[in-house]
């Protein structure tokens, strides 16, 4: 089961902003194992993204081979057929202008596949990155509020004992 990266994501923002604030700060108390659930999810979901973008590119490289072949077997064919007709040279020149037109239509077609491949992959790719970005910057910011109130609290404790201490 694959879970959308972008979904986690959202999970991990609402738990953020479901969470208690510390008044009179910007902190946040946070449910650690809830936060540490999701990034599980997430580490276990970008790998399965990355393996769709490599069958993507898996798929477009058996689809080049494909036609490759399918040029070679109508070149083939066609260097055939003019071999069986060398006697009348019109026709050899027929059929090799067939092989000649078939063989540029099959490059044509090899490299739009190929473009579209490349086009799709790469929005993949960015798209993954801009979600591991998107994840990287609320991360770090959750750790960085974390880390705030961690050491706010210390302060206050180690004010209060002063306090108390005269």
Avoid: C
């Avoid at 902003?17 to 510390?22: A, L, Y």
């Avoid at 970008?46 to 490599?54: C, G, L, S």
């Amino acid at each position: 089961m694959t879970i959308d990266i972008l979904h986690l994501v959202d999970r991990l923002e609402t738990a953020l902003s479901k969470s208690w604030r510390i008044p009179f700060t910007s902190n946040v108390v946070i449910q650690e194992d809830a936060f540490l659930d999701i990034i599980d999810q997430m580490r276990i979901s970008i790998p399965e993204e990355v393996k769709q973008a490599r069958r993507v590119t898996a798929e477009r490289e058996r689809l080049l081979e494909q036609a490759q072949e399918e040029a070679d077997r109508i070149v083939a064919l066609a260097q055939e057929q003019a071999g069986g007709l060398a006697d009348d040279h019109e026709i050899v020149k027929a059929a090799q202008a067939r092989a000649d037109e078939v063989m540029t239509h099959a490059q044509r077609s090899a490299e739009t596949v190929k473009g579209d491949a490349d086009t799709y992959v790469m929005e993949t790719l960015s798209s993954l990155e801009e979600q591991l970005l998107m994840l990287l910057t609320t991360v770090r910011n959750g750790i960085r509020q974390v880390q705030g109130a961690a050491s706010h609290q210390d302060a206050d404790h180690q004010a209060s004992k002063g306090d108390g201490g005269g």
